[in-house]
Each structure stands twice: as structure tokens, then as C-alpha cells.
């Protein structure tokens, strides 16, 4: 006799678990979503930015999503239910300082809340967020080396920054009200290498740098590579919490304009800040005056917590980061010339 047919429907099993990342269209998203596509172990990645990935993926599925929409979080959740996200890596943040900060208070702090209300709203495992160092701010009165329990004073100048600890504190809050959710919140020191852009990256190729006159500051950078390493033990393994991401040692400022073969022109405070927030406001160049901080007083964070917890080791010292970016430049610079010699003949 034949079976008989089951009264009840068979449901239909649940999607396989995604990672979700926001802002992949920026360096950190997207060179973690790269690593992440060349990885067999993970088959099914969220990138949601309002600017596609640059370059090319294969198991990558994107929304085109604006941050600062209304109702965002809503939006969010749809995503994140639709398509089983499990895991959340929150990278949706400007490196320089944007000259538009109501936008970048939206993308920043506005953005951060709506990214946590979908994720408690989702109970998502596990969420990783970007941070930075500069948050700990430069200040004549800081140690020699701050950890993650010193306080966030960088905002106290910069609004930009201002939103960014905003958005840190938020994490921390939300990791508090929400112990089901595994929260790390990783934050790297200057990020350097042969493919990073940022502010930073194009002060250390003008021909000549201008420092403020009798300060020498400690300069402390991670690469690209150990950054994107640090991120995915954070995905394969649990850390809860907050750590600095750092490369080992660090070189006096004047040390580093010597390695990259730059004329430095070291001109008074007084006179500096605002020629710099004048040429700030006229868009010639990329930061604000705030910035003059930290080529005047010590922000180097200690990177021993990663170190310990999550038997994190970065391959490269601030020293080898360093010449791994000098180096890149000059072979990007030797191309351009060889190209010109071709064009001019």
C-alpha cells in the first residue's frame, strides 16, 4: 500500500547564515569584503553601500543602501531577515574629513544607530565595528602609550571626530544592553600600505611637509594587511570587547619625513592653525587645522590587549609598514614617468 501524502506541508529549511558588511565601497569594507569573497569558507556575503563595490565579485550579493535614508534601521531589518544575516561588520565610515559634516553626522552617528536597531531587532549573533585610534585625541598630558580603557577625547576639537566617538559609544552601549550579541569594536592606528588613500596618505607624498615648529611627535602605523587579518579572526573566533590595532614600534615624526625623502618646513602654531583652516575653506587642502594636533602632541595606543586576547601579531612594524607605502609610491611615481617618457615621444 502506498504511504499516504502528510496533512501538513514540509517547510521549506532556512537559508544558510550571511555576513552582512556595511560601507564596502570604502578601503576597510572593501578590502575585507575582498579577502572574505577569496575565501572558500564563506559562501554567502551582504555588501550594502550606496556605492557598489571596486572590483568585481562572484558570491557577493549588494544593495544599494543610503545610511542616512529615513528610516533606515527598517530597511535594514528587511535585509538582514531576508537574506539570514548571522554576522554584521559595521565599516560604513569616512577616513578624511569630510568638508560636508551634516552628512557625515548622519552617515556616522544617525547611521550607527540605525545599524543597531536592525541588529536587535534581527538578535544578531555577532557584530564587528570600525573604529580609530584618533578617537583617543592628542594631547600634551596623554601616556605614553593609551589603552582601550583611557577615555575618548578627540572630539573635544573636531566635530567629525566628535560623531565618531559618538558612534563608538553607542557600540559599547548597545554590547551592554545586548549580551546575546557577540560586539567587538576594533580600532586600528593609521592605516598604511601600497593600495590605502586617505588624508594621511597624501600629506606623506607632497614634496614638501610643513610641521609645527619644536614639536616632534611619535608616529605609529598598522598595515593594510595585518588590518584585514585582525578582522577575520574577529569573524572566525569570538572576542567581545574593545581593542586597539596596532604595528610594533614607533618612529619620532622627523624620522619618517627623513625615510619617505621629504623637505620638512616647520613653521610656529600660532601662524600655522589658521593658515591651515583658511586653506581648509578653500579646499586646497584636505584637513582642517584640528588635525595639527597629532603633528604636535603624543596619540600612540597600546596594542597588547590584541596582542593577548586575540592572539593577534601583525607581520609588519610601524617601520616596515612605513617603507611598504614609500615603496609602493615610488614604483607608482616610476610608472607615471616611464608613461609620460611614452605619451612625449
Not at 96 to 113: C, I, K, N, Q, Y
Request: with cysteine; proline share 7%.
Amino acid at each position: 500500500m502506498p504511504k499516504k501524502k502528510s496533512s501538513q506541508t514540509a517547510k521549506s529549511s532556512p537559508p544558510a547564515p550571511a555576513i552582512a558588511l556595511t560601507g564596502t565601497a570604502g578601503f576597510v569594507g572593501s578590502q575585507l569584503l575582498k579577502a572574505l569573497e577569496e575565501d572558500p569558507r564563506y559562501s554567502k556575503i551582504i555588501a550594502i553601500d550606496y556605492r557598489k563595490p571596486p572590483f568585481e565579485t562572484k558570491k557577493t550579493k549588494f544593495y544599494r543602501f543610503d545610511l542616512t535614508e529615513t528610516l533606515a534601521d527598517a530597511k535594514l531589518l528587511e535585509i538582514f531577515e531576508k537574506e539570514n544575516v548571522d554576522t554584521v561588520i559595521h565599516a560604513a565610515f569616512p577616513v578624511s574629513p569630510p568638508r560636508d559634516l551634516t552628512w557625515a553626522h548622519e552617515l556616522v552617528s544617525v547611521g550607527t544607530m540605525y545599524v543597531l536597531d536592525a541588529c536587535a531587532a534581527k538578535k544578531i549573533r555577532k557584530l564587528i565595528s570600525v573604529s580609530t585610534t584618533e578617537l583617543y585625541g592628542a594631547y600634551p598630558t596623554n601616556p605614553n602609550f593609551l589603552s582601550e580603557k583611557h577615555a575618548l577625547r578627540g572630539g573635544f576639537k573636531s566635530k567629525f571626530l566628535r560623531d565618531r566617538v559618538d558612534a563608538d559609544n553607542q557600540v559599547i552601549s548597545f554590547a551592554k544592553k545586548h549580551p546575546e550579541t557577540v560586539v567587538t569594536l576594533l580600532r586600528p592606528c593609521t592605516i598604511l600600505g601600497p593600495n590605502v588613500n586617505h588624508y594621511k596618505t597624501d600629506f606623506l607624498q607632497r614634496i614638501v611637509i610643513v610641521t609645527v615648529l619644536g614639536y616632534d611627535p611619535l608616529f605609529q602605523c598598522i598595515h593594510e594587511d595585518d588590518v584585514t587579518r585582525a578582522f577575520k579572526l574577529a569573524i572566525e573566533k569570538d572576542f567581545p570587547g574593545t581593542f586597539n590595532l596596532v604595528g610594533d614600534g614607533v618612529l619620532p615624526l622627523s624620522r619618517v619625513l627623513h625615510l619617505s625623502g621629504k623637505l620638512s618646513v616647520p613653521l610656529p602654531g600660532p601662524l600655522l592653525y589658521p593658515v591651515v583652516n583658511l586653506l581648509w575653506a578653500l579646499d586646497i587642502i584636505n584637513a582642517p587645522g584640528s588635525r595639527l594636533d597629532f603633528l604636535k602632541y603624543l596619540c600612540v595606543a597600546d596594542g597588547e590587549k590584541a596582542k593577548k586576547i586575540m592572539g593577534f601579531q601583525p607581520k609588519y612594524s610601524t617601520k616596515e609598514t612605513l617603507l611598504s607605502f614609500i615603496g609602493a609610491q615610488r614604483l607608482k611615481q616610476a610608472h607615471l614617468d616611464d608613461l609620460r617618457l611614452v605619451v612625449n615621444r
